[in-house]
């Protein structure tokens, strides 16, 4: 994949800035957790990378996205992770936007 460049990393920053984050999990403790990202749509894409990391950890791709939303699942009671996303263009893809730190809610 090639890297976009200029306008196109200035839209995904700002549409990724917006990206937020909720917990879910079962009622029962020690259920697994799940983390909800939301986040605003790029008009011109075709698709979302969705890209986690630990604590000085490398970011890796989980998953993909053709709308503005993944829940990440399983997640570990008391992880703390890193989530970045990406806008896919055809055969482009943008950079990571600004990353958010999750700390999910220990049992």
Not at 8 to 21: G, R, S
Not at 42 to 54: E, G, H, L, V, W
Not at 73 to 101: H, K, L, M
Request: with cysteine; glycine share 6%.
């Amino acid at each position: 994949m090639r890297i976009l460049k200029g306008l196109a990393v200035v839209l995904v920053v700002a549409v990724c800035a917006f990206m937020v984050f909720a917990f879910r999990h079962a009622e029962t403790a020690k259920k697994p957790h799940s983390v909800d990202l939301h986040w605003q749509a790029s008009p011109n894409a075709t698709s979302y990378n969705i890209y986690r990391r630990t604590e000085g950890g490398s970011f890796e791709k989980i998953g993909s996205s053709a709308t503005p939303k993944y829940v990440d699942a399983p997640v570990a009671s008391g992880a703390v992770f890193y989530y970045g996303v990406t806008t896919v263009q055809g055969d482009a893809e943008s950079a990571i936007s600004n990353v958010i730190r999750v700390e999910v809610p220990k049992d």
